[in-house]
């Protein structure tokens, strides 16, 4: 694809590093930004700027924030001994959108991953630990994505865990609300068969 | 979704603007860019904003330029009295990368379209009439979409055209190179048989 303008062309190839985007989907977007306000693309690109330069990293639970430490953490109202651990703030939203949830979060920051040179050192784990030493903590909740790299994550931070004596849970694997059973995949429905639990549990209390 | 940091949620916004860009990918983009180093976000934000305060329309062809004359519009090697009239850049890129049209371009800007309030007079029509007036031109090419309003404008300007006494051509319409007979559209395969075209003409001279 050629492009007859290098400020078009040097706009496309930024916007095409963006995840999903290539250089039609980039094109697109330049030539809406030029047939907008000028004071649009004003905007954007200064909240682009201001979100790179002031964005901040809560210093408890690491998720990103406006402040040093974030909303959740600074609120009185949640249980602060109970964690949930999650890999980025993506999931600590969905979390938070359950509405189920009235802890508070610890904020990983990827996954470990031999294959992309992802090490536990890479993550917030020791940062965990130190926060369970120093914190009265009951319980850690793992609320990592059921792949090969949450489930090494999760493993790894259990062993860790252990040997603080901390109770450790995780997010349950089974069919998911609404879902046929005859559409689930064979070892989500085992996993479910073997961690089947008491109907009475089942029952959501009002 | 509710965001928990106002600057991504700001951000989040302003990417949203974007065609076919929702909440959840233009969260997608936030987390990419705080990934990568800042310097990224830097050139992205500046690329963006020097795209719109330092682009130009080309003063002959109205195509969007770096400079005041495009680099086609500059090229003595391309032949001036051979127009092709595009809807925007995107469509005179298209016509550029066949390889086959050595003339140049007249960018409309847009397409007649009475619902979505665009009249002829939004459109760089008088600026088409006057150079066409004021210039040698042998013929216009109308590389237009095939849809209702691309056909509208088309109808419009070949008027418009007529009463200046220059040749109009349009884009043929028929059966796409590569295609199956029985998967075209009947509109697409009827009107391909009733322009139908002596066969030599088909062979491409090389």
Known sequence: MEIPSRLIESAVNELARL???????????????????????????ES?????TEIKYC???YSLSDDTICNVCSNPLRNHSLICVVEDI?????????????????????LISPLEGIGPEKLKIKELTERIQNNEIDEVIMALPAT????TTGFFLFRKMQELNIKVTTLS????VGDQLEYADEITLGRSLINRIPYEETIVKT
Do not use: W, Y
Not at 29 to 43: E, I, N
Not at 48 to 52: A, E, I
Not at 173 to 176: D, F, H, T, Y
């Open 173 to 176: 694997k089974g069919i998911a």
């Open 90 to 110: 993506r999931d600590m939203m969905a979390v938070e959108n359950t509405g189920q949830f009235k802890g508070v979060f610890h904020v990983l920051g990827g």
């Open 48 to 52: 682009l700027l201001r979100l790179r």
């Open 148 to 151: 090969v790299e949450g489930d």
């Open 19 to 45: 995840p999903g985007v290539g250089k039609r989907t980039a094109l697109r977007f330049v030539l809406h930004l030029l047939r907008q306000d000028a004071v649009h693309t004003g905007t954007l690109s």
């Open 59 to 61: 210093s408890i639970c």
